[in-house]
């Protein structure tokens, strides 16, 4: 079984022991193999980074540094949004339209046979 990781799951796991609960237990649970990221999930923590960096430079940096290893260790593990992605996306908006970033992570996870892991349920 593998997992695509929503940006607020990766959030909540970068701080280590003060990580929720919850989410600690299952990263612990599950096999980093079977972990994914979408390039949305990396553009995302990338924005994050860049609005930071306009009042924190330094933690900025620091967040760059984090950002480079996550890429590296996700490296074979990071999902494009392909055409088949794309068509997913379209057919899940219908009748009702999902927030894009929520709803092209969904689609990603159903075109790759992954469990979408996130702490955003409502939007889901």
Same mark, same amino acid.
């Given at each position: ?12 796991? @970068?701080?280590?022991? /003060? #990580?929720?609960?919850? *989410?600690?237990?299952?990263?612990? /649970? ?16 990338? &924005? ?10 330094? @933690? #900025? ?32 908006? *219908? ?14 996870? &159903? ?11 409502? #939007?889901?």
């Amino acid at each position: 079984m593998g997992y695509l990781i929503d940006t607020n799951i990766l959030s909540e796991l @970068q701080k280590g022991e /003060r #990580a929720d609960p919850s *989410v600690r237990a299952w990263y612990d /649970r599950v096999e980093v193999r079977d972990l994914y990221l979408s390039v949305l999930v990396i553009g995302e923590v990338r &924005q994050g980074i860049e609005r930071l960096r306009r009042r924190d430079p330094a @933690q #900025a940096d620091r967040l760059t540094q984090q950002l480079v290893s996550i890429k590296t260790d996700f490296a074979d593990r990071i999902l494009p949004i392909s055409m088949a992605v794309a068509e997913r996306w379209a057919r899940n908006n *219908v009748p009702d339209a999902l927030p894009v970033i929520d709803g092209l992570l969904a689609a990603t996870a &159903q075109v790759h046979d992954l469990t979408l892991v996130t702490r955003n349920v409502p #939007a889901m």
